[in-house]
């Protein structure tokens, strides 16, 4: 992959060959999945609303999925009712946040690889979401901040190389991105 250039108007520019699309592509998806697996999701923003606003219902707690514990985090990890209580106002906007930041990825990818050139909001959109796809894979890699060490003591025919290889790469690919906005 060419590394993301600035372009004049405060955005980014990048060449991905159509491996690197598709790749990314495949990446991004299980993501927008996991956000989108609410349980009990309201039917409307007014249900939403009366949610919220029921003081009935106990607050929501922490996903089991550790990928959407991570993705969605815990705002007081020492005090679980406040927790739930803030969950409760604010997952879901993160949620449909944090899909959008997806999105705005696959829709400025090409399918076939190619140029892609991305405005300032674009670029910290794709940002995002490359932070939210490294994060799953991390978690479900069970990567640590020893990553390289990980990496070296693996069999080079273990399948999870190839794994911890593509990890690296968005880690690349989301440096050359922060690289080219400070630009």
């Known amino acids: 992959m060419e590394m993301f ?62 990928v959407l514990a991570r993705l969605l985090p815990d705002a007081y990890s020492d005090d679980p009712a406040a927790a739930g209580e803030f969950r409760k106002y604010t997952e879901s906007s993160l949620r449909e946040a944090k899909k959008y930041f997806a999105q705005t990825l696959l829709d400025t990818l090409p399918p076939s690889g190619g140029k892609v050139t991305l405005t300032g909001e674009q670029a910290r959109d794709w940002l995002r979401a490359l932070n939210d796809v490294r994060l799953m894979f991390g978690v479900r890699l069970e990567v640590t901040e020893d990553f390289e060490e990980q990496l070296a003591v693996l069999d080079p025919q273990d399948p999870k190389v190839a794994a911890l290889e593509v990890y690296g790469w968005l880690g690349a690919v989301q440096e050359s991105l922060v690289q080219a906005l400070a630009r």
């Open 5 to 66: 250039r600035p372009t004049k108007d405060g955005g980014a520019s990048v060449r991905l060959s159509a491996g690197e699309a598709t790749l990314l592509r495949t990446l991004v998806i299980p993501v927008m999945d996991l956000l989108g697996e609410t349980p009990d999701k309201p039917v409307s923003v007014l249900d939403d609303l009366e949610s919220i606003l029921d003081d009935q219902q106990p607050p929501p707690q922490a996903p089991q999925d550790p």
